[in-house]
Structures are given as structure tokens and as C-alpha cells.
């Protein structure tokens, strides 16, 4: 896998020291979030276009970016006041802070139930620094801190086991933190090189971690043993997974250089390194753009998400879908929403339809109402988990069909073409059962929309 510089954008100069660090892309929106250390700011590139577009500025050493396109939040760790910091994609003029841990680092985000974990560097000289934060997003408050062994590094939240994946540097090992219970260590999963650094997770849970020792591991749910265990041309810094390619690439940069490598995850090979060559222009003006050519697709290991009776259904809920998008609106997010939600996921996996499903609130409750819990008992103890959330400018954008329930459509957070009021329902509170019969109704009739079948295909 060659790279292939392809040109430079122009950012703002350096107003300090700390240069830049990672990044990341909201597809959706095609804007790319870099982080400005030297600036304490946030560069925003328009990718379409290869220009770069603003800086959101007051974010204080600000170290790296997460997005989470589900939300349309973008999430930074601002290491310069021991911070992280909340902006929408769609209106980036306003981040809020949440005070965190010492020196927050990498991140991963739950988006079921909207909390933030923010993995803390901590202070060398201070054992009891090193931790990760919790964050309710919502709330926008640290409502956990939980100590950990060492210095943290890269971390992942994996939907499948429904937990966050930590990896500490010394002594070298991944913590894992149960998302349902996220005040303590669930479990320590031991690793035998030195230095665990970049981490990631595949669709069917497995995980690799990049160890500065110059090994990949890759580690098999449920026990997360070492099924494979892979050299590195060098020491690792990030890693991520390319899905299309089905490979990794580790990143590892020094003073002087750097340079990557290529794995193949189906074979369990290393592929290639190359050297990176360095750039012709000033870093402290640039930042340069590289594609990567089309590669022979590899095998790799198929994996869905799993429903309770253990079937793999068509209907999923992943934002990473290809599957037309629905998404269910009502004013608190917690009852005509999700029971809509959930009769559109069981009837697209009867009729063999694969659709994503999603269920949000113009004002959400804290949690679902219990006479929808009531009501869904397969899905209840998920449901109890569940927190109602806010629908966002980046909802309404990808939706195929947005569906409201009693709301004026100037109450949505913007404009969508797509909306349909299903505005004849009783109260769930009043009638849960007719409810849950016209419900029953509008979603068979959704289904045979000649403009879904031109979307997808079923798969019976």
C-alpha cells in the first residue's frame, strides 16, 4: 500500500510551541478536525473543496478530535487545562469544557448511552493521576473517575461487548470498562509487549493493539487471547483499521522521520513498511494531504450485530450503515420514538429488510418511560440502560425519512425534506396498546414505500 502526497493546505501559523496532533473526519459533513496544539484551537478543512475553513479556538493544548457522526459531535482532549471539550459539527462556534482527569489524552464515546470516556496521561511523578474520566455528554459533567494502572494511551469502545477498551503503558495491559457499569475496572487483559500503544477494534470485537515494543497483537473475544502476534518495521503511534482494504496501518513518527506499515487483518500477516518522505514545505504553515491507490480487497472473518434470541438480523442501528436511514422524533425522546423504533427493527427483520433505526428527542428525559419498557419486555433490560437523546442537525441530514410525532417540523434543528407526522397517535401514557397498534400500521405501510425498495434491496 503506497501513499501518494497529493498536495498541501495552507493552516495558520504556529502561535506557540506543540506543533499539531491527531485528527479526525466527520464524513457526513466532509470536514476534517485538526488539532492545533500551538494554537489551542481546532483547524477545520473542507475536504470537497482542499481548503481550510476556520479555527475553533479556546481549547487549551488541545491534543486530538473524535467524532461521532450519529450525534454530529466532535469531541477534543485539551491537555492545557485538564478539559475536554463539546462542539456540534453542524455549529462549531460554541464548545463547551467539561473538567476532566490530569492531561486527557485518547477518548472513546458510547453513543447509546451518549458518556465520554477521556483516558487521562496523568503526571509521571503522581501515580494516583492516572485514571480515565467518565462523561455524561448530556450533562456535560465528570459523573466518574476511575484510577488505573499506569499511563494511559490509545483507547476504543467496542458496541459488541458494550465496553471501553483502555490500553495502559506500564504495566502493559488493556483495562476494560463495562459501558453499562462504567465506575471501575471490569477487567485487566494482560500483554506480554512492552508499551501498548495504538489500539482498534474490528466489527466482530477483535482487538489490536500496536506495542511500542514493535509488535501487533491481535486479541479474540471472549477470552481476548493473543490469536496472532505480528512484527512491526518500529515503534507505533496510532492505528486505525481501513475497511474497505480489510487492513490496519500503524503510524510511527520520530524527530527525523517517520514511517508506516501495512497488516493484513484476514491473514494475519504483515505486509509492508515503508519510510515517509518529509515534507518540502514547513510544518508550521501546512499540513499534508496523502491518498492511498485501490488495493486487492482481503478476506476477513464476516461478523453482524447479534440480536437476543442469538440471530443475525438485516435491521441494524450502526451510524456506519449503508442501509437507508429512519429516524423516530418525539418531544422527549422516550415513548412514541422508541416504541416506533423498536416495531420498525422487528418488522425489517421479518420482511428480510435491512434498514438503520434510530429514535431521538426535540427535549429528552433522562431515561425511557416505564410504561414502554413495560410494553417491549424482550428489550427491557436494554432499555432501562437506554438514555434518551437529543436529534441532531447531522440525524436529519443522512435520514432517508425523518418521522415526527406531534411536533411542528420548525421545532427540528434543521430543515429536512424527509419528514413525515404520524401525528394520529394516543398518548402512550393514556392507550400504550393503540399506540402501539397504529404504530403497527404506519411502519407496514413505510415498508412498502416504492422509494425504499429504489434505496435497497430486500434480503430474504
Not at 518500529?234 to 500503524?250: E, K, T
Not at 515517509?276 to 464476516?302: D, G, H, K, Q, W
Not at 436494554?382 to 441530514?397: A, F, H, I, N, W
Amino acid at each position: 500500500m503506497t501513499l501518494r502526497l497529493e498536495g498541501y493546505i495552507d493552516l495558520p501559523e504556529h502561535r506557540g510551541s506543540g506543533g499539531f496532533d491527531h485528527a479526525a473526519i466527520h464524513r457526513g459533513f466532509r470536514r476534517l478536525y485538526v488539532a492545533h496544539t500551538a494554537n489551542d484551537a481546532i483547524d477545520v478543512i473542507d475536504l470537497d473543496a482542499g481548503l481550510y475553513v476556520e479555527s475553533i479556538d479556546g481549547l487549551m493544548g488541545v491534543a486530538g478530535a473524535l467524532v461521532d457522526e450519529t450525534s454530529g459531535l466532535v469531541f477534543t482532549s485539551n491537555r492545557g487545562d485538564d478539559s475536554v471539550g463539546i462542539f456540534n459539527a453542524g455549529d462549531p462556534t460554541s464548545p463547551i469544557t467539561v473538567p476532566v482527569g490530569v492531561r486527557p489524552n485518547g477518548f472513546a464515546f458510547d453513543p447509546t448511552r451518549r458518556t465520554l470516556l477521556a483516558a487521562n496521561v496523568g503526571d509521571p511523578a503522581d501515580p494516583s493521576t492516572h485514571t480515565v474520566s467518565i462523561v455524561d455528554v448530556d450533562r456535560a459533567t465528570m459523573v466518574a473517575s476511575i484510577p488505573v494502572p499506569g499511563r494511559t494511551r490509545w483507547t476504543v469502545f467496542d458496541p459488541t461487548a458494550d465496553a471501553f477498551f483502555v490500553n495502559i503503558a506500564e504495566p502493559p495491559a488493556i483495562v476494560m470498562i463495562d459501558a453499562a457499569d462504567a465506575t471501575k475496572i471490569a477487567r485487566m487483559i494482560p500483554v506480554g509487549p512492552a508499551g501498548p500503544h495504538g489500539l482498534d477494534v474490528d466489527g466482530g470485537g477483535r482487538l489490536f493493539c500496536a506495542c511500542d515494543a514493535g509488535r501487533l497483537l491481535v486479541h479474540e473475544p471472549p477470552t481476548y487471547g493473543v490469536v496472532a502476534d505480528l512484527p512491526l518495521s518500529g515503534a507505533p503511534d496510532v492505528i486505525f483499521l481501513d475497511p474497505v482494504l480489510n487492513r490496519r496501518c500503524m503510524w510511527r513518527s520520530a524527530i527525523q522521520g517517520s514511517s508506516r506499515s501495512s497488516t493484513s487483518i484476514g491473514r494475519h500477516e504483515r505486509m509492508r513498511s515503508r519510510p515517509s518522505r518529509a515534507p518540502t514545505r514547513s510544518p508550521s504553515m501546512s499540513t499534508a494531504i496523502v491518498s492511498t491507490p485501490s488495493c486487492p480487497r482481503l478476506p476477513e472473518r464476516p461478523c453482524s450485530p447479534m440480536v437476543e434470541d442469538g440471530s443475525r438480523p438485516p435491521a441494524v442501528d450502526d451510524a456506519k450503515s449503508e442501509a437507508p436511514l429512519v429516524v423516530f422524533v418525539c418531544r422527549h425522546g422516550a415513548a412514541k420514538s422508541v416504541l416506533a423504533a423498536a416495531e420498525l427493527r422487528r418488522a425489517a427483520q421479518a420482511s428480510g429488510i435491512a434498514i438503520s433505526v434510530r429514535s431521538a428527542g426535540i427535549d429528552p428525559d433522562p431515561q425511557v418511560a416505564p410504561n414502554v419498557i413495560a410494553s417491549l419486555p424482550k428489550q427491557a433490560a436494554e432499555l432501562r440502560r437506554q438514555r434518551p437523546r437529543r436529534v441532531t442537525v447531522s440525524d436529519l441530514t443522512v435520514a432517508w425519512r425523518v418521522i415526527t410525532f406531534n411536533l411542528d417540523p420548525s421545532e427540528l434543528p434543521a430543515h429536512s425534506i424527509n419528514v413525515q407526522q404520524w401525528d394520529d397517535l394516543p398518548a402512550v401514557s393514556d392507550d400504550p396498546t393503540g399506540a402501539q397498534r397504529l404504530i403497527s400500521r404506519h411502519v407496514a405501510q413505510l415498508l412498502r414505500d416504492p422509494s425504499l425498495t429504489g434505496q435497497i434491496g430486500s434480503k430474504r
